[in-house]
């Protein structure tokens, strides 16, 4: 597990498979994931948001083949889960309920 961990919402997964503005910053955090010197964390919302935003992007004409990025999406993160590097983090009514 890395030392610094970092919680991505919807945006930024986004920013790491299609090119807009800052997804450089989310590419050093990957770079970081996939170091071992950081961990991701996502909630499994975010698993949905992503897909339903790059299928926005494709209806809009930013994007060929959403379901292709989206796999990209799914097999990197598959493979940072088990390098424990990233986290798919349970939404709760304590945790969102936390001042």
């Known amino acids: 597990m890395g030392g610094k ?15 807009e503005e ?3 910053v989310v590419d050093e955090i990957y770079d970081g994931a996939h170091a071992g010197r950081i961990e991701i964390g996502f909630s499994l919302w ?7 935003v790059l299928s926005k992007y494709a209806r809009w004409g930013v994007l060929e083949d959403p379901k292709a990025v989206f796999e990209r999406f799914v097999g990197e993160s598959r493979l940072l889960s088990r ?11 304590g945790l969102m309920s936390r001042q």
């Open 83 to 93: 390098l424990g590097q990233a986290e798919v983090v349970p939404i709760t009514y």
């Open 22 to 24: 800052h997804s450089d």
């Open 46 to 52: 975010n698993i949905g948001e992503v897909a339903a």
């Open 5 to 19: 961990r970092v919680y991505l919402d919807t945006s930024a997964i986004v920013k790491r498979y299609v090119e």
